[in-house]
């Protein structure tokens, strides 16, 4: 298997990091992964759930199974290059 590109944008809130980087990935047609709102689905379904936030292994679960491809499309925050 060979590694995947990684692009890492960091900069402040609402600076326009996601616009970035979607148009990065369309352009490259790479794959793109919102991470923010990745973190903001985690975060909620955990809190449904009534999952500790320091629950390492059972919020990894919940990532994985959020990005998983037959569960990605279902979600905005995974994109596949077209």
């Keep these: ?8 944008i960091d900069g402040p809130s609402a600076a326009g ?3 970035v980087a ?11 992964l919102d991470s ?3 973190y903001r689905l985690v975060a909620l379904a955990a809190a449904r759930e009534g999952i500790d936030a320091g629950d390492e292994a059972k ?4 990532a994985a199974h959020s990005v998983r491809p037959s569960t990605a499309r279902k ?3 995974f994109t596949t290059p077209t």
Excluded: D
């Design 17 to 19: 990091k996601g616009t």
């Design 59 to 62: 919020l990894a679960a919940i």
């Design 1 to 8: 298997m060979s590694a995947a590109p990684v692009i890492a």
């Design 75 to 77: 979600f905005p925050f």
């Design 36 to 38: 923010g709102a990745l």
């Design 22 to 32: 979607e148009e990065v990935a369309r352009a490259l047609g790479f794959h793109h």
